[in-house]
């Protein structure tokens, strides 16, 4: 099961029974596989940013204060139009620096529940 925001990505719950061929670790391991290369692809998408609406640019030049930190535009560290990386929407005026320093999180949280019987199928695996 692979639960996401991105309705393309979703994955419904599979459920695999041992046949008596003692490889349902083994088909676990694949999939697991398999979902970290089909999931690698979504999070390193880098859509380039949309072009942005007449209300957003007026926004986005009006605004004296990054939305990521609330501090004011500066020469030094100037205002930058920071835009959604899977979607390439336009997110909000941002400090040159707040925007490189914002990075999406690019972890894959696995979750396990009742994993003792599939680390019994592991072990027997072996
Ligand atoms: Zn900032």
């Not at 290369?37 to 999070?43: G, K, P, S, Y």
């Not at 380039?48 to 605004?63: D, G, I, N, V």
């Not at 899977?86 to 894959?108: M, S, V, W």
């Amino acid at each position: 099961m692979v639960v996401t925001e991105f309705e393309d990505y979703k994955q419904p719950v599979v459920v695999h029974r041992d046949n008596g061929t003692g490889n349902v670790a083994e088909i676990f391991i694949s999939m697991m596989h398999e979902e970290y290369e089909r999931l690698t692809d979504l999070i390193h998408t880098d859509e380039e940013m949309k072009p942005l609406s007449a209300a957003q640019r007026h926004a986005h030049y009006a605004a004296a204060n990054c939305y990521l930190c609330n501090e004011l535009f500066t020469e030094d560290n100037p205002r930058v139009k920071d835009h959604d990386h899977y979607t390439g929407e336009y997110i909000g005026p941002a400090h040159f620096t707040c925007n490189f320093e914002r990075q999406t999180d690019k972890h894959l949280p696995i979750i396990f529940h009742n994993f003792r019987f599939l680390e019994d199928g592991i072990r027997n695996a072996r």
